[in-house]
Structures are given as C-alpha cells and as structure tokens.
T-cell receptor
C-alpha cells in the first residue's frame, strides 16, 4: 500500500519566493498533520486537520505560512514570502482516528 | 512547553551493547505513549506503543514499559546493531484526538 506521499522531496529557492509543499495522505485516514523539523527546535507541529477541517493551527509560525486541505486526499503548505530561517525538513503525517500517525519522507527545503 | 522529555544525545554505543533511552512525560490522566524511529533521510516510523499503565510495547528487540508511578516510558534493547543507528522520538497522545506531542529526539550511533 502507498504511504503518505510528499512532494517535492527537495526544494531550493531564493528568499522572497513562494513555496508550496504537497501531501497526499493514506486513503481512509481522517487526520492530517504538518510538522517542521530543524536541528535547533526539533520536531514542531504546525497544523493539523480532521476531516479536511483545520483543528489546531497554533504552531504555524506566522502569517507567511498557510495550509489548506481542499479534499480528503490532498493538502498543501504554503510559505509566502519565504525566508532563510524557513529552511527545514517539512513532514506530513496522517492517521485514522486516534491510531498512530504515518509519516511521509519529508520535503527538505532550503531558502537561499 | 513540551511535556515529553528525553535524554539528550547523541548516544554512541558499540555493537551488542545494552541501550536505554530515558523518556518522561507530564500529563493529566494516562495518555497513550509511543516511540518513533527516524532513519537518515526518512520520515518517522512507529516503533512501539503502549496504551495504558503497565503495558509493555515491543518491536524489533526494543521494549518500553508504561510506568505511571514514575511517568516514564524508557526505551531499551538488550543488544544493539549498527542498523539501529537512528534518531528515536518519544511521544504521548495530546489533548485532542489524533494529536501527538513529541520529545526532541535522541540520536543513537552504533559502532561496529
């Protein structure tokens, strides 16, 4: 079975540009999570959705970050404008109800 | 603040050594507890879990026991292998269904 699919795997762009990260959760999973991982701060929850509805976005760092889930099989995390301090690995995860989360392989983002 | 505390790494061991990675948590009640493992360049994978006090989770030779008296969930393995080199994350169920709260991770390096 396909796991959580993230794209792109790597993204390098210049500061000020818009960045869009994509995630396809596992079919049938009603929860979707976006995390950011850095050496300094570890793994941080940014936002999560239940049945396509954002439940908690308190981890979103600032207004430059936005996330959407237009349907059960797709979510995006957008950064506009991007800054060098946004460089990190961004993970998407999904889960069915209160079962353990399944993680994608992440998007390694570098903002120059 | 983070309510899951792990021992700081990195932890470096020789092959076949005994491993302990400490994890303690703060919570109201008795949330489910988890250990996730992250191999280089990959997302997190569930290693084991325990859903109630005194439960023991186990997988791939790793074990962890849910100790409510000490609010701990220490990860142990009797004989580590080079292939166990990874970052290990302790986590507990958050306040909202589906949400997880992660520790900062402990990097393990096993030398041949």
């Amino acid at each position: 079975d396909a796991g959580v699919i993230q794209s792109p795997r790597h993204e390098v762009t210049e500061m000020g540009q818009e960045v869009t990260l994509r995630c396809k959760p596992i079919s049938g999973h009603d929860y979707l999570f976006w995390y950011r991982q850095t050496m300094m701060r570890g793994l941080e929850l940014l936002i999560y959705f239940n049945n396509n509805v954002p439940i908690d976005d308190s981890g979103m760092p600032e207004d430059r970050f936005s996330a959407k889930m237009p349907n059960a099989s797709f979510s995006t995390l957008k950064i506009q404008p991007s800054e060098p301090r946004d460089s990190a690995v961004y993970f998407c995860a999904s889960s069915p109800g209160d079962q353990p989360q399944h993680f994608g392989d992440g998007t390694r983002l570098s903002i120059l | 603040g983070n309510s899951v505390t792990q021992m700081e790494g990195p932890v470096t061991l020789s092959e076949e050594a005994f491993l302990t990675i400490n994890c303690t948590y703060t919570a109201t009640g008795y949330p489910s507890l988890f250990w996730y493992v992250q191999y280089p360049g990959e997302g997190l994978q569930l290693l084991l879990k325990a859903t109630k006090a005194d439960d023991k989770g186990s997988n791939k030779g790793f074990e962890a026991t849910y100790r409510k008296e000490t609010t701990s969930f220490h990860l142990e393995k009797g004989s580590v292998q080079v292939s166990d080199s990874a970052v290990y994350f302790c986590a507990r169920r958050g306040g909202s269904q589906g949400n997880l709260i992660f520790g900062k991770g402990t990097k393990l390096s096993v030398k041949p």
